[in-house]
């Protein structure tokens, strides 16, 4: 059996449910009273918090410049926090994941879809193997780039697959492509004052 190892965060508390197995009907209609939301690992509560508030301010500004991409007048959105089934077995809640518009309207009939785009803010509380664990799991199910945000290090990691990574600072230029390749921007964009 796997130990989650799941580091304390004092602005939210303990999360209590951590490791705890759950059928997926359960989890389903079930909601968290103890301030995380959790992912679902084939029955087992993975938690995780939502967007911090250091961290909308980067969503705004992700999503302001994707405004600017025919993706976007086509209709698609950048959304946050969006759960994604990535099998039957398990959902994951990238912080941001761009749908196209048909996705869109797939996820409004109940339908299970995966972004080709997501995208992951770092924070403290995670651990090396769960974010290894996580980008392999996006790639196997058809996920084509993540970037890989480090806000305390002003620094993003682009992945196109689990052993290709693009590592940008400063004035590097962050793409979406192969899904999205309009969607660039620098590192100094998202991180500005």
């Given at each position: ?74 209709g698609g ?94 004035d590097d ?21």
């Amino acid at each position: 059996m796997e130990t989650l190892t799941i580091a304390y965060d004092e602005r939210y508390g303990i999360p209590i449910y951590t490791g705890h197995r759950m059928a997926k009907a359960d989890f389903l209609q079930w909601k968290s009273d103890d301030n995380y939301v959790y992912e679902f690992n084939d029955g087992v509560l993975e938690p995780t918090t939502g967007m911090r508030q250091d961290e909308v301010l980067l969503f705004k500004r992700l999503n302001r410049h994707f405004a600017q991409t025919n993706a976007y007048r086509l209709g698609g959105e950048l959304l946050a926090e969006v759960d994604v089934w990535l099998t039957q077995k398990q959902m994951r809640r990238p912080d941001a994941a761009f749908y196209s518009v048909e996705q869109i309207d797939q996820l409004a009939n109940h339908t299970q879809v995966v972004p080709s785009f997501a995208i992951e803010f770092a924070s403290v509380s995670d651990n090396e193997h769960t974010s290894i664990t996580k980008r392999h799991e996006y790639f196997d199910a058809g996920v084509q780039v993540v970037w890989w945000v480090y806000p305390d290090f002003k620094e993003v990691h682009v992945y196109t697959s689990p052993k290709t990574v693009t590592i940008c600072t400063d004035d590097d230029v962050m793409s979406a492509a192969p899904a999205l390749a309009e969607f660039q921007m620098t590192v100094r964009e998202l991180f500005r004052k």
